[in-house]
């Protein structure tokens, strides 16, 4: 099977996983949704990872740093900004219970 | 060449990419999806330390621990109401550091000459090109929601020239690129890019600008995914598409909310049917109150619907309002918050506001579930918000929002708009429903007047 063909199978088949998985989402969770897919793609880290630690050349190693930190705000700063979120869809719900007990 | 076992960890870490978008998408997995994702990404990146001559290792180590911290600075300190141009900025130096990835990327290749796939090739001008229109666009998005820049539209003279030319240009350069790759020719598709970014989203307006953090966030999905065909990295492949077919879907989900269309809102201002009106405040004359008024009209209701909207959030009124609430729920009332989905600056961002004030989560009701309700309402009370309420989207076709479903406030008996000043909303409309005989309006800061209100209920 042609090398090509494999790739563009994986590619067509993911465009089909990624909107069948989130087809189902609530307009409440668009905002953390969109926020942890942007925090999905910051793994660009790791091709800039593999792009910096293979070169030679001293500017390219300056770039690819960039590229580095560049990445890993996107991912770090991603996924904690998202659980930041998403916290306080969780933690409200115990709270509420004893405060309705506490009133009757 | 990489090692099978490394192949294998690719694999599982893009099923736990596919987990955590799965995850993201329910209210009770959405916590974990994200951990998923998280443990994914940083699996992921540990693998290539594993194999192969990884050389400068102290120094990309270094470069990581910056980012890491920079990033959780950022995500820590981020107050909530500024949510939206964080994702964008997040959004924007991923771009970037794809279309940085391509271009060293591109580099080697000039360097070791010999024969590159075609198709190699036009993933890398693809990903220096979308990744450099991401990072620029997402930081004039950044700009414009900082408001560092005016949030209005903004045209430029010749500008279907100039992000025309701008456009094509990359695109005649990336051509003569797959034919003769040149170092050069990279940098310059990477600077169009640039010009086209900002270009792309100088002209939208305010309320729009969700969506095109939402869009820009999808190219730097498939940004990524054409880095990792560059790389043969199967795990950038996956995750990079999943995120650009579901970001795509997720942007024409909210397009949908609004009722408009994604090429409207890119390039509707051009068209002259800006995204945003007049903006100037009308001297009509309206009814106005004192919160003694109001604390009357809302002690006495027995049904009420509160309409919370980004001025609620900006005066950081949340918490004074959950008081209120509870009270008048203490006193009898029946009360729910309406969300509309483009409350807030993003969709589903007030139900985060609120979430972060402790509201509780059943009290929240989306726009479809209570818009029946509010013809039973007796009292509608709309806290910062505006042009969710403005029935101008039902009635004026020539209105920007035309067409984007609204909540039904101006079916209630009594509506009680807490606003600072005449001011139009964000989409810069006047709303007609402020000039209603059953429409009261309270000036002042929300935290103020509602604690004025609060008091006021209190003493009856």
């Known amino acids: 099977m042609n090398d090509s063909v494999v790739w563009l199978t994986i590619f067509i088949l993911s465009v089909f996983v990624g909107i069948e998985v989130i087809s189902k989402v609530s307009s409440t969770l668009h905002t953390p949704l969109m926020s942890g897919a942007n925090a999905i793609h910051g793994v660009i880290l790791l091709g800039a990872i593999i792009v910096t630690g293979s070169t030679d050349n001293n500017l390219a190693l300056a770039v690819g740093l960039v590229a580095i930190v560049l990445a890993a705000v996107n991912m770090v700063g991603g996924f904690v900004v998202t659980d930041r979120m998403l916290q306080m869809f969780v933690r409200k719900k115990p709270a509420t219970k004893p405060a309705e007990g506490a009133d009757k | ?460």
């Open chain 2, 1 to 460: 060449m990489i090692p099978t076992w490394a192949q294998l960890l690719y694999l599982f870490g893009a099923v736990c990419f596919i987990l955590a978008l799965k995850g993201l998408s329910g209210p009770k997995t959405a916590r974990n999806g994200n951990l998923v994702g998280a443990f994914a990404a940083v699996l992921a990146c540990a693998i290539p330390f594993f194999y192969g001559d990884l050389d400068h290792v102290p120094l990309i180590v270094a470069a990581i621990a910056v980012g890491t911290v920079g990033g959780v600075y950022g995500a820590r300190t981020v107050q909530m109401t500024q949510m939206p141009q964080m994702v964008a900025l997040f959004n924007g130096v991923g771009g970037g550091a794809a279309a940085l990835v391509a271009l060293l990327e591109l580099h080697e290749i000039v360097e070791l000459g010999g024969d590159v796939q075609k198709f190699t090739l036009v993933a890398t001008a693809f990903t220096i090109l979308v990744g450099s229109v991401s990072f620029a666009g997402s930081i004039i998005t950044f700009a414009k929601l900082q408001e560092l820049m005016t949030s209005r539209p903004v045209i430029i003279p010749g500008f279907p020239i100039l992000f025309g030319g701008g456009f094509i240009g990359a695109v005649v350069l990336s051509v003569l690129l797959v034919h003769e790759p040149a170092m050069w020719l990279g940098i310059v598709i990477g600077l169009l890019g640039l010009l086209v970014g900002v270009l792309l989203v100088l002209p939208v307006g305010g309320a729009d600008v969700p969506i095109v953090i939402s869009l820009l966030n999808a190219f730097t999905g498939l940004t990524v995914a054409a880095g990792g065909y560059v790389l043969s990295n199967t795990l950038l492949l996956v995750a990079g598409t999943l995120v650009g077919a579901s970001g795509t879907f997720l942007t024409l989900l909210m397009a949908n909310a609004m009722g408009r269309s994604v090429s409207n809102i890119l390039f509707g201002a051009l068209k002259g049917g800006s995204t945003l009106g007049g903006g100037e405040a009308s001297d009509r004359p309206v009814k106005s109150a004192g919160p003694e008024d109001v604390a009357i009209m809302l002690g006495y209701a027995e049904r009420v619907i509160i309409v919370p909207g980004y001025g609620l959030a900006v005066a950081q009124a949340q918490h004074t309002l959950r008081e209120l609430v509870d009270l008048l729920i203490a006193r009898g009332a029946e009360v729910d918050y309406a969300i509309h989905p483009v409350a807030g600056r993003m969709p589903g961002h007030m139900n985060v506001l609120l979430a972060e004030a402790q509201v509780p989560y059943e009290q929240l009701i989306e726009m479809d579930e209570i818009n029946d309700d509010f013809k039973e309402a007796d009292v509608v009370l709309v806290v910062g918000a505006n042009d969710v309420v403005n029935p101008a989207a039902r009635n004026t076709p020539s209105a920007p929002i035309y067409g984007m479903p609204i909540l039904n406030a101006d079916q209630a008996k009594q509506v009680v708009f807490l606003k600072r000043s005449m001011r139009p909303g964000f989409a810069g409309i006047e709303n007609e429903l402020l000039f209603e005989p059953d429409t009261t309006l309270l000036f002042g800061d929300a935290k103020d007047t509602l604690g004025k209100v609060l008091s006021s209920v209190k003493a009856l």
